[in-house]
Structure formats: C-alpha cells, structure tokens
C-alpha cells in the first residue's frame, strides 16, 4: 500500500506532460474543428462556461487613468485619508464609464476599517502585491479590507424591496416544454406577446416537495431532528436576456444552468417574468495590492480579518496578494474576473468547521490563475441555488485536509478547469446532514484536466457531474455521515489520461469570440505554454503510529471543543490530537464536564481507543460515542482514564467520534486521544 501510494504522489508531483492524451466523448472537436457535444437521453449537455468573466467573458481588463495618489501618512490609522479620497473620485462624472483610479504609493498603509467602493467606475490600485509594493497592514476590530458595492435596495411599485429585480407590468407566463435540458438556449412558453428582443427576464424554478422527494432530500435526520435541505416554496433564479423570439419559442444570451422538468415541478411550474435590474455598483476594480494580517492559530469564527468581498458586476480584482485573512473573497454580484490572487495561510483552520478563501455567491465569475495555501478548509465552495456559469481556471490549491467543494444547497453549472490541488480533492457530492443539511451540493459540474489527490464525484437524480482528463484517485462514498447506500461514481471520462483540448473554457471562448478574446484574457495563442505541466509538489503528510496499536487514526484530524481554557493556540482541542505528551486540551478552572469531537473527515474504521489525562486523576466519569448513519453509537463508557486507559471495542465505521466527561473533580485535561484498527494478532498484547 505504501509503495502504491508513493507512486500515485510521485506522479501527481511529475504532472502530465508524459501522458498521452486523451479524447473526450463529451466535447471533441469535429473535422472542421468546431466543439462537438455528446448529449443525455434527456439532451442535456455540458454548457458553455465562456460567458464567465469580466463582461461576459473575453474582454480586457481596463486601465483607468489615475485621479488622485495617497501616501501613507504614519499617523496610525490611513483608513479615513483613503476613504476621503475614494469619496472625492466618487462625485467626479463618469467618463466612458470611469471615474478614475485612486492610486496607493508604495508603502505599508495601516487600515482599522474597510475601505469601501460604493460607486460605480472607480478603481483602487496599489503599487504591486510584492516587495516593494503597496500593503494595506489590517489592524482593529474585525472587518474586511476592502469592499465592494452596497447593499441592492431598489423602488419597485412605489415601495423600497430589498431585491435583485422587480417585475415590469407584471408580464410574466409559464414554460410550457415537458423537459428543458440543461446547457440549452431555448424554451417554449404559454405566451410570449408581453416580451420583445433585449428584455432581462427572471426563470424562476420552483422548489416543491415532489422535488425535493426525488432528489432524496427529504429524508436527512440528525439527532433524531429532520434536516431541512430547500424549503418547498422557495425558487433558483436565473437571470438572462432574450435574443430572439419566434412564436412562442424564446432564445436567450447565454445557456441555462439547470434542467426544468415539469413533472417535478409543477405545480406551480416554471415562471418566466421581465424583470428590471436594480441599479448595481459596476465597473469597480482592485489591483495590485498586498493584504496583510498577523498570522492566526484559530478557528475561522474567531478570525478578525477578510480581505476583499465584490457586491457589484463587472467588476475584477487582478494581482491581490491576502496574507493570513480568512473567508478571504467573497464574489457576491455577476461577470467579476478574479485574476492572480494569491492567499497565504501559516497556519491550518482550528476547529471541524471549515472556511472558504473563494466564495462563489454570484454568476458568470470567473477565478483565473489564482492560488490558495491553508490546511483544513474548502478552498471554493458556492452558495445555495446559485446558477452557473461560474469558472475556476489554471489555478492551484494547496494545503492538506483542504479540498475543492461546493458546499450547500444546489448550486448549478461549476466549470474547474486546469487546476491543481495536490494535497486534496475535488468534490461534487451529496453532503447529506453536513452543515445544516446541505444535501446535495452542485449538479451539471465539469473538471476538467485536473489533477487532484482524490475526486469524489457522484450524480444527483435527474443531472450530471463529470471528471473529464483528470488525473487522481476515484473514490465512492455515502452521503456524508450515512454508512450506505455508497453512491457510484458520476461520469468519469478518460480519466487518468487529459483530454486534447486542452482547456474547454478557453476553447469555447475561442470558439465564441475569437482569438482576440483568449489575448484579451492574458493567453498567448499558443495557450498550453500557459498550463506547465502543473509540476506542484505534494507537502509531506505527517502521521503517527503507535508500537502496538497501529495507525492512529485521530492524528491532527480536526477537532471541536466544548470549553477551551483561555488560549485556544495553548489548550485547544488539537493539543489531544498532536502525539506530543508535553500538550493538552484543557477546560478552564472549575469545568469539570465537557466535550471533544474529532471530524474524520470521512467513514473510517476503528476497534480500539486510547485516552490520556495530562494532569492527574481528574475525569470520574466519561463515554465516547461514534457518529453513523446521522446517530450517535455508544463505544466505551467508564469511571476512570489516568494516565493511559485502553479501550477495545467491536469494530465500527465512524465520521465523527466524541468523547463527553460527564463527571470530574477538577477541571478537564487531556492530552492523548487515540483512535485505532487494530488487528488480531496486535490485539492479543493490549
């Protein structure tokens, strides 16, 4: 097994430049060179993902022309002297839809607050994300360094609505096909008199209970509670332009996301209303900065900085470099280009709650040569009924028990293009009771030419996820925290072998609007010297193994605590989980019950539990339990620990296991939880 796993880290390090390359069955090029697409029996087929990014997609970031320079000022505290300045440029008139550039010197700027860009056609610009350039040093309560865009308040029908957008003369009709397919342009509707050519329209896809049923959805119970996955009654939106109408038939701008089949949901069935936009911040950028904060051992709750969250459209931040923040972007509005920003964590996430650096929250973005470093943490994750297309590319992703997934609630339409995460996975999956019963997470997803230490990717009921070109291991899993079912695997395709087309997004984008589009972007014609083989080293995995007892298994696994004395970095839960015995978790003085639950991160097996007290005889009373098929199994239960207790007990698959003292004399203190399979022959020397 070993030797196994050295070759498949060896050739995750070495990249694909000596692999032979594969054909897709589901887009290839034809004789005359022009994209194929393979459809369903439904004709669902993978979309088009050019239309993410800044404008669309295709156009070229704009050099606004400076208005006004700052410098730092060491007082203290730059945050006001910024801010007044962006408010300067913000009431000066627009100018081919700018205002300017509020240009930082290079220097160390102290910031205590965000700045905030709230105006439509500014841009924030440093001096360089490097040495020598332009940092914004976080310091103060918690905050975001800098924000984009305002709230989306609107008057609609002589009300103020917090809203996206409102209906137009109440022109709205039903869609009147029995199935749309995903990735299609067109559909049929009841009556399509009220709409002309250039309308914005609103698709509203209903949830309803008898989707919610085929999906599996409405049977996630956790501790006995249901989980609610999408309450019945509640609608995923998608916004698009109406480029042509014949009859009834309307044709949009660009794809659709997600199927509709009336079956499931109707009543009350699809509406299509004409909608008008609420007004948007627009055309803001941030560029070439450095975002600075202290480095953190902490759980990401209790991280006091982010760096950039973006609530406008066809916005870009291009050339960021986020040092130590936390939940670092947020990409909350539509066609936002994040181009070259890098994130650099010390330190891995404290706790079994994981962060994400790339927050996917809006549609057609497109995250582009980006780079993340951070252990335990989803390294992008979309949020709930959020439609596609939205677009990872050529980025890398590194840190380990960190992983690529989306994250709740039924998201549509993820391309993940040419990336690489070496030390974890990528994931499009059931996540079952996870979170607050996030269920299924993404339908219609595509990685493409990826390398990736491992991929789970499953198919939700009714829809398709694929692994195209992608080199890693397969793995099948339940839902999370569910023994069984193991759902098979989604449509792997030329696995282990990357396809010719070397990357979809940038051959549709081709195919869609030409070369001058893929040089607008920053890609040569000749785009796979811009893909180098992905040569990233895998960081070494520590592991620790006791003389008798074996792997184990809880090592450096996240953990939660239910009491922690004073500093979490000095008594935090992860103390019990390190191997070092001059480490402990602690409760603080005079806690004498508390818990430890240790996450996983996956069904794992076990036999055999080791508890160590740090400072004496203190617990009189414990139980440890293992969290399967969404319920708590009891595994040991006693009245003493000491200095080493060891436990067997009949072999059990577990995602989570906690240990509860129920009863002690003086405060709690642990500094060894071991989790163990141990095999017969071992088992007879315990």
């Given at each position: 097994?070993?030797?196994i ?13 000596s ?6 069955e589901w ?19 993978i ?11 295709g156009?070229a ?7 006004r ?6 007082t ?5 002297l ?6 300067e ?6 100018k081919?839809?700018?205002r ?13 607050g ?18 020598g ?13 800098i924000?984009?865009g305002r ?7 002589g ?14 009709t039903?869609i ?25 329209i ?5 949830v309803?209970e ?8 409405d049977?996630m119970y956790?501790?006995?509670?249901k989980?609610?996955?999408?309450k ?10 109406i480029?042509?109408?014949?009859g009834?038939?309307?044709t949009?701008?660009?794809?659709l ?7 499931f949901?109707?009543?009350?069935g699809?509406?299509?209303v004409k ?43 291009n050339d ?8 670092t ?13 890098v994130?650099?964590?010390t ?11 790339f ?5 057609q ?24 297309p ?5 980025c ?23 990336c ?8 499009f ?7 607050s019963?996030?269920g ?8 493409w ?13 009714g ?21 069984n ?32 589009g893929?040089k ?5 014609a000749n785009?796979?010297k811009?893909?180098p ?8 995995v ?8 074996g ?5 450096g696994?996240?953990?939660n605590?239910?009491?922690v ?36 991160e ?8 080791q ?7 203190h ?8 969290q ?15 200095k080493?207790?060891?436990v ?6 577990a995602?989570k296991v ?24 071992a088992?007879?020397?315990?």
């Amino acid at each position: 097994m070993k030797k196994i796993t050295a070759l498949l880290l060896s050739f995750l390090a070495t990249g694909i430049a000596s692999v032979q390359k594969g054909k897709s069955e589901w887009v290839y090029r034809g004789n005359d060179g022009k994209l194929v697409y393979k459809t369903t029996p439904t004709g669902d087929r993978i979309m088009d993902f050019s239309h993410a990014g800044y404008m669309g997609g295709g156009a070229a970031l704009p050099v606004v022309p400076v208005k006004r320079l700052v410098k730092p000022s060491d007082t203290g505290d730059d945050t006001r002297l910024i801010q007044n300045v962006i408010d300067e440029v913000a009431v000066m008139p627009l100018k081919n839809g700018f205002r300017g550039t509020v240009e930082l010197a290079p220097g160390t700027f102290t910031c205590s607050g965000p700045l905030i860009l709230s105006v439509s056609g500014i841009v924030l610009r440093g001096n360089g994300s490097g040495v020598g350039g332009t940092t914004i040093k976080m310091v103060g309560s918690p905050h975001t360094a800098i924000v984009i865009g305002r709230g989306n308040t609107i008057v609609a029908l002589g009300k103020t609505e917090k809203a996206d957008s409102s209906t137009v003369n109440n022109t709205k009709t039903l869609i009147t096909d029995t199935y749309v397919p995903s990735g299609s342009r067109s559909f049929t509707v009841a009556d399509a008199s009220g709409f002309t050519v250039s309308d914005i329209i609103n698709i509203n896809r209903p949830v309803t209970e008898t989707w919610v049923h085929f999906m599996g959805m409405d049977n996630m119970y956790r501790d006995g509670k249901k989980q609610t996955w999408i309450k019945a009654g509640a609608r995923g939106i998608t916004k698009r332009k109406i480029t042509t109408i014949v009859g009834n038939k309307l044709t949009l701008d660009l794809p659709l996301a997600d199927s509709y089949d009336a079956k499931f949901l109707n009543p009350p069935g699809t509406v299509v209303v004409k909608v008008m936009p609420a007004p948007r911040v627009t055309q803001v950028g941030v560029e070439n900065i450095h975002i600075q904060c202290p480095p953190l051992e902490i759980d990401y709750g209790h991280a006091p900085y982010a760096g950039v969250r973006v609530g406008g459209d066809d916005c870009w931040l291009n050339d960021v470099y986020c040092e130590e923040t936390m939940n670092t972007t947020v990409l909350a509005g539509n066609r936002i280009t994040m181009e070259k920003v890098v994130v650099k964590h010390t330190y891995a996430n404290l706790g079994a709650s994981k962060p994400t650096d790339f927050s996917l929250e809006g549609s057609q973005n497109l995250i582009d040569r980006c780079e993340i470093t951070g252990g335990n943490m989803y390294f992008v994750w979309t949020s709930s009924l959020i439609p596609g297309p939205n677009v990872l590319l050529n980025c890398t992703f590194k840190g380990i028990g960190s992983r690529i997934q989306p994250h709740q609630r039924w998201s549509t339409g993820l391309l993940v293009d040419n990336c690489t995460v070496p030390d974890g996975g990528i994931d499009f999956m059931n996540r079952g009771i996870a979170g607050s019963g996030h269920g299924w997470t993404m339908g219609w997803a595509v990685a493409w030419n990826c390398i990736a230490k491992t991929y789970v990717i499953q198919n939700p009921p009714g829809a398709v996820n694929w692994a195209i070109g992608c080199i890693g291991k397969r793995e099948q899993t339940a839902r999370l925290f569910d023994s069984n079912p193991v759902l098979p695997d989604g449509n792997f395709d030329s696995h282990g072998s990357p396809v010719e087309i070397q990357s979809l997004y940038l051959a549709q984008l081709m195919e869609r609007v030409g070369m001058q589009g893929i040089k607008n972007i920053g890609y040569p014609a000749n785009s796979k010297k811009m893909f180098p083989n992905k040569q990233v080293k895998v960081l070494p995995v520590k592991t620790d193994h006791d003389k008798i007892l074996g792997l184990n298994l809880a090592f450096g696994r996240p953990v939660n605590t239910s009491n922690v004395k004073g500093n979490t970095r000095e008594f935090g839960g992860e103390k019990a989980l390190d191997s070092n015995n001059n480490t402990y978790w602690c409760t603080a003085d005079g806690v004498t019950n508390a818990t430890l639950e240790i996450d996983m991160e996956g069904p794992v097996n076990m036999n055999t539990l080791q508890l160590t007290e740090a400072l004496g005889r203190h617990v009189e009373e414990y139980k440890v339990e293992a969290q399967l098929d969404s319920d708590w199994k009891l595994l040991a239960h006693g009245t003493a620990i000491g200095k080493s207790l060891v436990v067997k007990f009949p072999e059990t698959i577990a995602w989570k296991v906690r240990l509860t003292v129920l009863k002690a004399k003086m405060n709690v203190a642990i500094s060894n939880v071991g989790l163990y399979l141990v095999k017969r022959g071992a088992a007879d020397k315990i």
